[in-house]
């Protein structure tokens, strides 16, 4: 068993499960703008990089007229949207709760207001010593920033430090502020892609947290 003080969670496909209303409030901007909507499965593999990265990918290549328009849209049809389809993946509020003695912190490329009000909604909030989103400071993930700061708020070096997350930009953040990280299979990337990542740890159900973490 490993001890951690502080565990730091990657939000969008970790934690939660946002990826319906994402793809949904996609489809309205594009149905807005005149666009084909996309499957689903295809907006799921645009998320993790913020809203920017999101809808630049949506739009498939347009120009930056539409791509501000598309980004302000996607803020106005998701913040009407965020708690559709969105819960906790399994196990997930118990397992803050075994961990209720650590300190926690969410560390996400989604907005943060966005991260804040899903987490109000789930009443969590309170969970969390530090939540910081994407447009939180200058560089979102895989810069370090978000992450150097919530460890500078635990008062902690990076040994006493675990990021969890589901995807290549959570790994590389950890690498970036030599934090050791765990990736879970269960979210927006595969088996084969998360292990190709090599993170320190490597897991299909939350629980399994339990078992290396102390
Ligand atoms: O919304 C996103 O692009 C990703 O969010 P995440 O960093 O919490 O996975
Ligand atoms: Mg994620």
Request: aromatic share 10%; proline share 4%; hydrophobic share 40%.
């Amino acid at each position: 068993m490993t001890p951690f003080s502080l565990y730091v969670f990657d939000f969008d496909g970790t934690l939660v499960d946002t990826k319906l209303d994402i793809a949904y409030s996609v489809n309205l901007v594009l149905q807005e703008m005149g666009r084909e909507a996309l499957p689903k499965e295809v907006t799921f593999g645009y998320v993790g990089r913020g809203v920017r990265h999101l809808m630049t990918q949506a739009l498939n290549g347009a120009g930056d007229g539409d791509l501000e328009r598309a980004v302000s849209l996607f803020m106005k049809h998701y913040e009407q949207h965020l708690m559709d389809q969105t819960d906790y993946f399994p196990h997930c509020r118990d397992l803050l709760k075994h961990y209720a003695n650590k300190q926690l912190a969410v560390v996400s490329n989604k907005p943060e207001k966005f991260v804040e009000q899903i987490l109000v909604e789930l009443n969590s909030r309170g969970a969390f010593q530090s939540v910081v989103g994407g447009d939180s400071f200058k560089n979102k993930k895989p810069d370090p920033m978000g992450l150097r700061h919530v460890m500078q708020v635990a008062g902690l070096k990076p040994e006493d430090v675990l990021m969890v997350g589901d995807s290549e930009v959570d790994v590389a953040t950890a690498r970036a502020a030599g934090v050791k990280v765990c990736g879970v299979t269960y979210g927006h990337a595969t088996r084969e892609e998360m292990a190709s990542y090599q993170p320190d740890w490597l897991i299909h159900d939350i629980r399994e947290m339990k078992r290396y973490f102390l």
